[in-house]
């Protein structure tokens, strides 16, 4: 097929059908631009959080440390209590 011919054919289909055509290209058109505007209303929304609570939130937290119990849990079992018990740093 040649590319005149087959410009011949889209054109009268697009001109036999000029309203649907036209309906169509809106349609695409404002989805589009609605998608575009969505997106950067979300993107500008998430900056606009991310700072607010990265302005509230403090980035050190000071907290006491666990300290591994100076009686394990092996040691209160009363089967194993004449054993060697090497584990000494299980934390609560």
Do not use: W
């Not at 990265?54 to 054993?83: F, G, K, M």
């Amino acid at each position: 097929m040649g590319v005149r011919l087959l410009f011949g054919i889209s054109t009268t289909l697009l001109l036999a059908r000029l309203r649907q055509t036209i309906v169509a290209a809106v349609g695409v058109t404002f989805s589009i631009t609605m998608f575009v505007a969505l997106l950067g209303f979300m993107n500008g929304l998430n900056d606009l959080l991310d700072g607010l609570i990265l302005n509230r939130t403090p980035h050190v937290r000071l907290y006491n440390e666990i300290q591994p119990s100076p009686v394990q849990p092996i040691q209160r079992d009363s089967l194993r209590a004449d054993a060697h018990h090497f584990i000494r740093s299980i934390k609560p």
